[in-house]
């Protein structure tokens, strides 16, 4: 049984660090490309950054430069650190693990962890 288990969301004031960890079993971890994605209320999901087996990253450019993602394959993990984080960055984040290559596609997700950025 596939499982992506977010932690470490809160309340954070503006211009404050956080920092997301996403725990997956189930999955060869390191064949997988991980994401965060988040959801704002009344908005739909997006990409926030997703990073490759080899480390390749990318970043939606509304955090690139304060948010980093980062994994370590013998932990089966992998997080996201947020920095000077703003009220718009208020979501529910969520993890994901994507494989694309030999044999079918697969995508699983995380069940999210709330990140209200406020005063």
């Known amino acids: 049984q596939v499982q992506l288990v977010e932690s470490g969301g809160g309340l954070v004031q503006p211009g404050g660090p956080l920092r997301l960890s996403c725990a997956a079993s189930g999955i060869i971890f390191s064949i997988y490309v991980m994401g965060w994605y988040r959801q704002a209320p009344g908005k739909q999901r997006e990409l926030v950054a997703t990073i490759t087996s080899g480390g390749i990253t990318n970043y939606a450019d509304s955090v690139k430069g304060r948010f980093t993602i980062s994994r370590d394959n013998a932990k089966n993990t992998v997080y996201l650190q947020m920095n000077s984080l703003k009220p718009e960055d208020t979501a529910v984040y969520y993890c994901?693990?994507?494989?694309?290559?030999?044999?079918?596609?697969?995508?699983?997700w995380g069940q999210g962890t709330q990140v209200p950025v406020s005063s």
């Open positions: 994901n693990a994507h494989y694309k290559g030999p044999g079918p596609e697969r995508s699983y």
